[in-house]
């Protein structure tokens, strides 16, 4: 059973414009929310991450925006450059006794120059 | 800078082969994980270990099995290859029981397994 859900698989933004990747989660037990990005032949790498104490986090262009009573939080990428074409994965798990990420099933940017 | 290596990035094997997967980190974590990648499926766990000689099962641990001898490397064994194994696997390694920045999982750069 999957616990968290990611769409689109799949995204195709114009340069500049913005990117919009979706995740909803079924464990309320889950406290906290890491986006990952991978580039083709590397390893995923943690990209920003948001507790549900807070409704967003911003860390430059990427924001994570999260709604606690509806499970769901997603991955704004504003101003997407071509640079940012890359696989993004969400993920959740708990804080304390914490070993296993569970992850969505990723959704492949692609940035149009 | 923490550092995942893993053994091969490409590997092509037969069906019924017995196959090896390699991982040292560097950085002294207590824990290590194996996933597999596939289109569609997002990043399955196989298998993690919390310790030298301790492993716990992942979500899809059938047909694998793994060894940990060293706090630094993380083996992940296909017993009888089958081609139903072709995938990307990836190891990561983290440190502490919490979750958060500090505690993030690094990953390899995976390895490729093709099994015809």
């Known amino acids: 059973q999957q616990q968290v859900k990611q769409s689109p698989q799949s995204l195709i933004v114009q340069k500049g414009g913005i990117s919009i990747i979706n995740c909803a989660y079924e464990?309320?037990?889950?406290?906290?929310f890491p986006w990952y990005q991978q580039f083709p032949g590397k390893g995923p790498a943690l990209l920003i991450a948001i507790r549900p104490d807070v409704s967003e986090k911003k860390e430059g262009r990427f924001t994570i925006s999260f709604n606690k009573s509806a499970k769901q939080f997603s991955l704004h990428i504003m101003d997407s450059q071509p640079g940012d074409s890359a696989t993004y994965f969400c993920a959740a798990t708990v804080t304390y006794g914490a070993q296993k990420l569970v992850f969505g099933q990723g959704t492949r940017l692609t940035i149009n120059p | 800078d923490v550092k995942v290596t893993q053994s091969s990035r490409y590997l092509v094997k037969r069906t019924g082969e017995k196959v090896f997967l390699e991982c040292v980190q560097d950085m002294d974590h207590e824990n290590m994980f194996w996933y597999r990648q596939d289109p569609g499926l997002g990043l399955r766990l196989i298998y993690f270990s919390y310790d030298v000689k301790m492993k716990e099962k992942g979500d899809i641990p059938e047909g694998y099995s793994v060894s940990r001898e060293k706090k630094e490397r993380f083996s992940l064994i296909l017993e009888s290859a089958s081609t139903n194994q072709t995938s990307m696997y990836l190891c990561?390694?983290?440190?502490?029981?919490?979750?958060?920045?500090?505690?993030?999982?690094?990953f390899g750069p995976g390895t490729r397994l093709t099994v015809t």
């Open positions: 990561a390694s983290k440190k502490g029981r919490l979750a958060g920045i500090s505690y993030e999982q690094y």
């Open positions: 464990n309320t037990a889950f406290d906290y």
